[in-house]
């Protein structure tokens, strides 16, 4: 049976693989020490264990052999990881200088807010990125202290109110990578998930202008009536879709949700049945989150559902 490595032990980016070798580093040494400390405590133990019949042990006032590693090897150990360490972050995180960002990432109580400034592109939660290009995100927050983190992709970053923080990744494999708020948040931190999709170029291309795109026209007069409970109640004034009056920031952008694989940053699939649910009640699939309970109709909110589900 071949149980897979967690994601910082196989890393997908030159930078996961420097931060890598540096934990592993840290791990080797903290092993032989411990296996060190061990050993003399057992041996110190076995040799000096008293008898009935033993005295007072001689004393020795001091024993510059024996004093000096146990100065200078710890001495050497630390000069040496902080050397590392620096190096490493140097590598890992050089500023960010004039270089503008190539994607911005609010985190909000409960969501991520994900902008493409190159492509007028807003979207939310599942991050879409291509592999081979020095990407420069910048990381800010919209409430609280979030934190960022992809285990296989590297580095984490605190995302602070009212601070631009900023991360260099180059993404070598393409693939799904999962990660998720590393800073509690508040009620729904175990619900604030992140979902890093690594494309070809040409791919996250293609899905960048597909994105840059206004909302489709809803299908049918079920999915028509939708929207004109959309922008007529007050889902328009939190909830931004392009190409439609709907303008508000205060939560996800929507313009493509039906693209999207899971609902309230991984909570639930993205599925009719899910935002059926999540439109009646709220509070009961994440107690806690900014979306109110509005009293609609069934007939409403299955017809919300059903222009919701044709965002494309």
């Keep these: 049976m071949n149980i897979p490595l967690p994601p910082m032990f196989h890393p997908s980016s030159p930078e996961g693989s420097l931060i890598g070798k540096l934990g592993n ?41 024996l004093e000096i590693p146990m100065i200078g090897v710890p001495l050497l150990l630390v000069t040496v990881f902080f050397a590392w360490s620096m190096r490493t972050m140097n590598a890992v995180q050089p500023g960010a200088g004039d270089h503008p960002p190539d994607v911005i990432i609010t985190g909000h109580q409960w ?25 420069l995100l910048q990381l800010n927050s919209g409430d609280v202290i979030h934190d960022w983190w992809v285990p296989a992709l590297g580095g984490k970053m605190d995302m602070i109110p009212g601070t631009d923080n900023h991360l260099w990744l180059t993404i070598r494999d393409t693939g799904v990578f999962d990660g998720a708020c590393s800073e509690f948040c508040g009620q729904q931190h175990a619900w604030m998930r992140i979902k890093v999709i690594a494309q070809p170029p040409e791919q996250f291309d293609r899905w960048l202008a597909s994105q840059s795109a206004p909302a489709q026209a809803p299908a049918g007069r079920f999915a028509g009536f939708g929207q004109s409970l959309f922008l007529s109640a007050s889902c328009a004034s939190c909830h931004r879709i392009k190409g439609t009056g709907a303008n508000g920031r205060a939560g996800p952008d929507l313009t493509h949700l039906a693209e999207r694989g899971t609902l309230l940053a991984g909570r639930m699939v993205n599925d009719s049945a899910n935002l059926v649910a999540w439109l009646t009640d709220p509070q009961k699939i994440k107690p806690g989150a900014r979306m109110p309970r509005f009293i609609l109709a069934r007939d409403s909110i299955d017809a919300l559902a059903a222009y919701l589900t044709h965002l494309q």
């Design 111 to 135: 969501y991520w807010e994900v902008v493409y400034p190159s492509a007028s592109v807003i979207t939310a939660n599942e991050v879409h990125l291509p592999v081979g290009r020095r990407l």
């Design 25 to 65: 580093g840290f791990l080797i040494a903290a092993t032989a020490v411990t296996i060190l400390v061990i050993g003399l405590t057992i041996g110190i133990i076995r040799k000096y264990r008293q008898s009935k019949n033993d005295g007072e042990p001689s004393q020795t006032p001091g024993n510059r052999r």
